[in-house]
T-cell receptor
């Protein structure tokens, strides 16, 4: 079975600084997708960034980028120039591509605090 | 944003009563999911569906059942609610196999007293 681990329950970052959130996963599949979702206090789940496992290039979305290390099964999120609006829970998620794995598996989340 | 709505948004119910939560999407998405969110556990999958009448269990399916008779609706039923099922429930839908993204409803806060 696939698992996703986020070992940092809480992180803090100073406004305008850079922070990296960690995520590791376990799978025997070779083709899959990885995601970072943001959940602000409104409770709405918002997609931050997506990575396809077959792509070696790390995904980037504006101030958000990932460091995808397939062999190490690591998928960290880097937030540059942190803003107060980045404060939220961040969830790492895995999605398989084969029958029986069409489901999103989430980590336990990292709460990010942004200090003014 | 994808049109996905959950109802009700809040519910308080008594132990032992049946409860049904509804998820409705207007995007013709094939895949639909039910999760529960509890502090320290993240989102845990209850059941999911990969088509009309095609469903499968997730990691925390005990005490829950689902039905999907139409593409747009995915119902989650607690046959006999217990206090351990007090949680926030999220529904999500997705167009195809990971090519897009999962769109989430706004959640249902269920309290079992």
């Amino acid at each position: 079975a696939q698992t996703v681990t986020q070992s940092q329950p809480e992180m803090s970052v100073q406004e305008a600084e850079t922070v990296t959130l960690s995520c590791t996963y376990d799978t025997s599949e070779s083709d899959y997708y990885l995601f970072w979702y943001k959940q602000p206090p409104s409770r709405q789940m918002i997609l931050v960034i997506r990575q396809e496992a077959y792509k070696q290039q790390n995904a980037t979305e504006n101030r958000f980028s990932v460091n995808f290390q397939k062999a190490a099964k690591s998928f960290s999120l880097k937030i540059s120039d942190s803003q107060l609006g980045d404060a939220a829970m961040y969830f790492c998620a895995y999605r398989g591509t084969f029958s029986g794995t069409y489901k999103y598996i989430f980590g336990t989340g990292t709460r990010l605090k942004v200090l003014a | 944003d994808a049109g996905i709505t959950q109802s009700p948004r809040h519910k308080v119910t008594e132990t032992g009563t049946p409860v049904t939560l509804r998820c409705h999407q207007t995007e013709n998405h094939r895949y639909m999911y039910w999760y529960r969110q509890d502090p320290g556990h993240g989102l845990r999958l209850i059941h999911y569906s990969y088509g009309v009448k095609d469903t499968d269990k997730g990691e925390v399916s005990d005490g829950y059942s689902v039905s999907r008779s139409k593409t747009e609706d995915f119902l989650l039923t607690l046959e006999s609610a217990t206090s351990s099922q007090t949680s926030v429930y999220f529904c999500a839908s997705e167009a195809s196999g990971g090519d897009t993204e999962a769109f989430f409803g706004q959640g249902t806060r269920l309290t079992v007293v």
